[in-house]
């Protein structure tokens, strides 16, 4: 039965009806004056607190919530090298199990002699040893966030792979977030951390070596870290213990911090920062980050690239490097301009990476008819071949 569109259009009309922009506009003042008053000490030995339980993640605030970098000047000669992964994912109906990454990366240099290298690196993976975690058992497939797990460790070796030369001005990028958020997920244990943990960690380590700065670009960012540490400034309680708060629990009222509560930190910077400008910089308090190295830390800052709030992640080691801090201010800055809002290193390594629904059609035949070949017959489930061919 097709989608029922008259259903669909009445609940949307409900949905604008019920959602108010306005609310959210008129707590930016607050949040404003949060961002100018808040002591980040204080909430720095807030968040140091063992006890402290807040119920969000929470930004650490490193040095100052105020502070505005300009944008710094970008070198005439430099490169930028990006990398952007796609996959086919394994399918339960097929009587094979394997996945495909298909990971592109552009390389992009800027001055008196430019030039572009586009490409990517295209994996079949179907031994036992690379679809489980487990081999000698079949037990715990790579698929899910796993799967997105391992994309993300094959983006950093393609980073790699790309830097055939280190020029002395370089920066590398990749597409969202260098938290690897699948690290936490339930079941996940020490051995399949070590899995994909450390050949990341191998590729962050020698990309500080070579000193070639690493940022993960997050456009139209939904994240309120910042917003959060404003909301723990705001707390009454020493101890930060959201679920233990008085003033829920006991007074039966809002809490102190519920003003800024749903608001986003691209919005508080859009109000803030300049074109160009950038904040200061914020240590994440994910979870995960505890499995990694000390100048692995995630450290996060929001960028005005004129269109719109950008979120940057870089590693520690560059953030507390002025020179490559600046360098990737102004390498990103001047990647958004050329690409009219946003890096197109990105855009370039994405297209290489992208697999179309034709290609999935052609693995699959290119199977079927190998496994025809020596005689094994391609058979899949009931289940999908009656999606496959429609009865009455």
């Given at each position: 039965?097709?989608?029922?569109?008259?259903?669909?259009?009445?609940?949307?009309?409900?949905?604008?009806?019920?959602?108010d922009?306005?609310?959210r506009?008129?707590?930016?003042?607050?949040?404003?004056?949060?961002?100018?008053?808040?002591?980040?000490a204080?909430?720095?030995?807030?968040?140091?607190?063992?006890?402290?339980?807040?119920?969000?993640?929470?930004?650490?605030?490193?040095?100052?919530?105020?502070?505005?970098?300009?944008?710094?000047?970008?070198?005439?000669?430099?490169?930028?090298?990006?990398?952007?992964?796609?996959?086919?994912?394994?399918?339960?109906?097929s009587?094979?199990?394997?996945f495909?990454?298909?990971?592109?990366?552009?390389?992009?240099?800027?001055?008196?002699?430019?030039?572009?290298?586009?490409?990517?690196?295209?994996?079949?993976?179907?031994?036992?040893?690379?679809?489980?975690?487990?081999?000698?058992?079949?037990t715990?497939p790579?698929?899910?966030?796993?799967?997105?797990?391992?994309?993300?460790?094959?983006?950093?070796?393609?980073?790699?792979?790309?830097?055939?030369?280190?020029r002395?001005?370089?920066?590398?990028?990749?597409?969202?977030?260098?938290?690897?958020?699948?690290?936490?997920?339930?079941?996940?244990?020490?051995?399949?951390?070590?899995?994909?943990?450390?050949?990341?960690?191998?590729?962050?380590?020698?990309?500080?070596?070579?000193?070639?700065?690493?940022?993960?670009?997050?456009?139209?960012?939904?994240?309120?870290?910042?917003?959060?540490?404003?909301?723990?400034?705001?707390?009454?309680?020493?101890?930060?213990?959201?679920?233990?708060?008085?003033?829920?629990?006991?007074h039966?009222?809002?809490?102190?911090?519920?003003?800024?509560?749903?608001?986003?930190?691209?919005?508080?910077?859009?109000?803030?920062?300049?074109?160009?400008?950038?904040?200061?910089?914020?240590?994440?308090?994910?979870?995960?980050l505890?499995?990694?190295?000390?100048?692995?830390?995630?450290?996060?800052?929001?960028?005005?690239?004129?269109?719109?709030?950008?979120r940057?992640e870089?590693p520690?080691?560059?953030?507390?490097?002025?020179e490559?801090?600046?360098?990737?201010?102004?390498?990103?800055?001047?990647?958004?301009?050329?690409?009219?809002?946003?890096p197109?290193?990105?855009?370039?390594a994405?297209?290489?990476?992208?697999?179309?629904?034709?290609?999935?059609?052609?693995?699959?035949?290119?199977?079927?008819?190998?496994?025809?070949?020596?005689?094994?017959?391609?058979?899949?489930s009931?289940?999908?071949?009656?999606?496959r061919v429609?009865?009455?």
């Amino acid at each position: 039965m097709p989608l029922k569109l008259d259903v669909i259009a009445q609940a949307i009309y409900e949905m604008a009806q019920a959602f108010d922009g306005e609310e959210r506009r008129d707590r930016l003042p607050l949040a404003l004056e949060r961002l100018r008053v808040t002591d980040p000490a204080h909430v720095r030995v807030r968040l140091d607190d063992p006890q402290a339980r807040p119920d969000w993640l929470v930004a650490y605030p490193e040095r100052t919530f105020t502070a505005r970098y300009p944008l710094p000047h970008c070198p005439k000669d430099f490169t930028v090298v990006a990398a952007d992964g796609s996959y086919i994912a394994p399918d339960r109906h097929s009587p094979v199990r394997f996945f495909i990454i298909n990971t592109g990366y552009a390389v992009l240099t800027y001055g008196d002699e430019p030039q572009a290298e586009l490409d990517a690196i295209t994996q079949l993976y179907y031994r036992d040893e690379e679809v489980f975690l487990s081999p000698d058992y079949r037990t715990l497939p790579i698929e899910g966030a796993l799967l997105a797990l391992k994309v993300a460790v094959d983006e950093m070796v393609a980073l790699l792979h790309a830097i055939t030369a280190v020029r002395r001005k370089m920066v590398a990028l990749r597409d969202g977030t260098l938290i690897l958020w699948g690290l936490d997920s339930p079941g996940i244990d020490e051995e399949v951390r070590r899995h994909f943990l450390e050949p990341y960690q191998r590729a962050l380590r020698r990309l500080r070596d070579l000193e070639v700065p690493l940022v993960a670009y997050t456009s139209y960012p939904g994240a309120d870290d910042v917003i959060n540490a404003l909301r723990v400034g705001l707390c009454p309680d020493p101890s930060v213990v959201c679920r233990q708060c008085q003033a829920v629990t006991v007074h039966k009222r809002r809490p102190r911090c519920a003003p800024l509560a749903m608001l986003l930190d691209r919005l508080l910077f859009a109000h803030y920062l300049a074109d160009g400008e950038r904040s200061d910089y914020f240590r994440s308090r994910h979870p995960v980050l505890k499995y990694f190295d000390q100048d692995q830390q995630v450290c996060f800052f929001y960028l005005n690239v004129g269109g719109e709030i950008a979120r940057l992640e870089v590693p520690a080691w560059v953030a507390k490097s002025p020179e490559l801090l600046d360098r990737v201010h102004a390498v990103v800055y001047d990647q958004c301009q050329r690409g009219h809002g946003y890096p197109p290193a990105l855009t370039e390594a994405h297209e290489q990476a992208v697999i179309t629904a034709g290609e999935r059609r052609l693995v699959e035949e290119m199977v079927a008819r190998e496994l025809a070949g020596r005689e094994i017959l391609y058979a899949r489930s009931e289940k999908d071949r009656s999606k496959r061919v429609r009865g009455v």
